[in-house]
């Protein structure tokens, strides 16, 4: 099975633009969850979805969005970019029978300038 | 607050002997424990879960200990590697909510020849 793919693998933004990020989970997962990884804070999760529904969020700003289409294809967007948003941002997905472990794409490397 | 901390930033083993990393964690009742390798720039790989009833996991040269009354978990790698060198990161979780799951900030483990 291919894994959990992530694109694009890097961007480089300016202040205040909007960007979104995309994840492919694993072929049969249906659970999509989003973290941003940054040095000092590591890594902090952002939101979750089950079947297009957002089922958590994490404590982000609501510039801070995402969506889950009906593959489970899932979309992160970041509105008004701020020079603190540059971080590795990853997606992780789960497989319905093993619901703790979760398996991470390669990130999405965002700078922000 | 809840709090998860790994015992160093950095740890620097020469190869063959056995690498101990630390996870330490207050204020916090997790269900499970995991944890995962991650390379730089890469996204963080599922290596081993134990749970809360369980003392001890294997797993080939891995090994994994969790003591609930200490609120402790140590991670060994027996016969270190070069290949071995990376970041670990413990994670807790009280339930599968992917909300849930708290991550340390990492230990950066080196093997040297």
């Known amino acids: 099975k291919a894994g959990v793919t992530q694109t694009p693998r890097y961007l480089i933004k300016t202040r205040g633009q909007q960007v979104t990020l995309s994840c492919s989970p694993i072929?049969?997962?249906?659970?999509v969850s989003w973290y941003q990884q940054t040095p000092g804070q590591g890594l902090q999760f952002l939101f979750e979805?089950?079947?297009?529904?957002?089922?958590n969020k994490g404590n982000f700003p609501g510039r801070f969005s995402g969506r889950q289409f009906s593959n489970s294809r899932s979309e992160m967007n970041v509105s008004t970019l701020e020079l603190g948003d540059s971080a590795l941002y990853l997606c992780?997905?789960?497989?319905?029978?093993?619901?703790?472990?979760?398996?991470f794409g390669p990130g999405t490397r965002l700078l922000v300038l | 607050s809840q709090k998860i901390e790994q015992n160093s930033e950095a740890l620097n083993i020469q190869e063959g002997k056995t690498a101990t990393l630390t996870c330490n964690y207050t204020?916090?009742?997790?269900?499970?424990l995991q944890w995962y390798r991650q390379d730089p720039g890469r996204g963080p790989v599922f290596l081993l879960l134990?749970?809360?009833?369980?003392k001890e996991k294997r797993k080939e040269r891995l090994k994994v200990t969790f003591d609930t009354t200490l609120k402790q978990s140590l991670f060994h790698i027996t016969a270190s590697q070069p290949a071995d060198s990376a970041t670990y990161l413990c994670?807790?979780?009280?339930?599968?909510?992917?909300?849930?799951?708290?991550f340390g900030s990492g230990t950066r483990l080196s093997i040297r020849p």
């Open positions: 134990i749970r809360e009833n369980e």
């Open positions: 992780a997905s789960r497989t319905p029978t093993s619901q703790e472990t979760q398996y």
């Open positions: 204020n916090y009742s997790p269900a499970y």
């Open positions: 994670a807790l979780g009280e339930d599968s909510s992917a909300s849930k799951i708290i």
């Open positions: 979805y089950f079947s297009e529904t957002q089922r």
């Open positions: 072929s049969g997962h249906r659970s």
